[in-house]
């Protein structure tokens, strides 16, 4: 076995180290005085919320492959916490060239931690092909090219603040799926890439974890927090019933499938993203859900069958229909309640105006997708260039390249 696939440690380790070195200057120089920083703030539940989330829940419900639990864990946790500095570091970066006012304290690391939400997401498509490395490099660039977008978003296309980080299932969906076509096929016969009933577990364990502070996530940075926490809990409940219901429906024996629920039961939360702060009935939430349901599990048996081998994605986690298609959901939900919104308020008169927010609207979509598609197919092919030691694609899906493992581990 080429050595160059198993010894990391003349790059890993002095990688992290470069980057804890520049995150501490940036530290340094940015804060010079504490008073502002750690002046006493009411925001800590809701960002605890959102820090379980990304680190507990996304963290378990990428544990699908059955060799491959320990990577799953381990680096979603140390991508989120180099991530979550240098998502810092781009914001005060930004603020610094005038694109956007400065932020600090607890709402700014929040706005860190939900951006971090769009590199766990792609993680998903990649997992078990891509070695530390190459993670941390898609983690940087991601996180710059997001904030980029969030930024031509909120100067160009007149997008509110909060709802250009919430962009981030979307950006994470399409930027991962682009990113994995670059990686070679594994071979037909490995079967390293499937799930047995403990991963299957633990990955429920983490869509438990998201489902929960998915309420919290929504609103965190929302003007109407009740009307988005209500909204968004009833779009969830409502997806989590039809996950149960479509599962038994479309399964041949009549059974519940784990990976249809683990994936449909988030759809709602998904779905109502963009418009949980501004639905005033929650049946139209409730609504939003059972479609975020119906498209997950019926595009997990169209994408996975049909699309996928076509256009060579490799999917490991079911981030399309789980994340991507949800959102694209949302996306024309918010446009169709904006219009009626303006129909109901009899300002059918102007328009023009009608026009130019729908367009504004559908930019705003058009541009994250274009620009995570775009980005992501030039990440994929800067991945793997021989410098960050691509691993072979017979080695894919297994913790032993990267931790010492047991053999109890192994032959379970």
Known sequence: MPSRYLNFRCSVPWLLLLL?????????????????????????????????????????????????????TGFNFLLTVLGVQCSLLVEDLFAFLRVQQNEIGLRSLAKAVMSMTAVVISTGAVLGKANPVQLIVMTLVELIIFHVSRCINRTFLQVPEHLTLLHVHLFGAYFGLAVTSRFPEPPPGLDKNRSTPKSELFSMLGSVFVWVFWPSFNSILAGSRREAVLNTYFA?????????????????????????????????????????????????????????????????????????????????????????????????????????????????????????????????????????????????????????????????????????????????
């Open 20 to 72: 804890q070195a520049l995150f501490l200057l940036h530290s340094f120089f940015t804060f010079p005085a504490t008073g502002d920083i750690y002046a006493p703030s009411n925001f800590y539940p809701e960002f605890q919320d959102v820090n379980h989330m990304v680190v507990f829940g996304f963290g378990f419900f990428l544990m699908v492959l059955r060799r491959y639990g320990l990577s799953s």
């Open 236 to 412: 969830l409940a409502v997806s989590a019933v039809a996950a149960f219901m479509l599962s038994a429906l479309t399964s041949k024996d009549g059974k519940f499938r784990m990976t249809h629920i683990h994936s449909a039961v988030l759809a709602g939360g998904v779905t109502v993203s963009y418009t949980a702060h501004t639905i005033q009935y929650p049946w139209i939430a409730m609504i939003l859900g059972l479609l975020g349901s119906v498209i997950t599990i019926l595009g997990s048996h169209c994408l996975q069958r049909c699309f996928n081998p076509a256009l060579k994605l490799q999917d490991t986690s079911g981030i399309h229909f789980t994340f991507g298609l949800p959102a694209v959901l949302g996306a024309v939900a918010a446009v169709v309640l904006c219009v009626i919104e303006r129909g109901i308020e009899k300002q059918w008169n102007d328009l023009s105006s009608l026009g130019y927010l729908i367009f504004l609207n559908l930019g705003a979509f058009c541009q994250t997708i274009s620009t995570a598609l775009i980005t992501g197919l030039i990440t994929g092919l800067i991945l793997n260039i021989k410098l960050l030691k691509a691993v072979h694609v017979s080695k894919y899906f297994d913790d032993q390249f990267y931790w010492e493992v047991s053999f109890k581990m192994i032959s379970h």
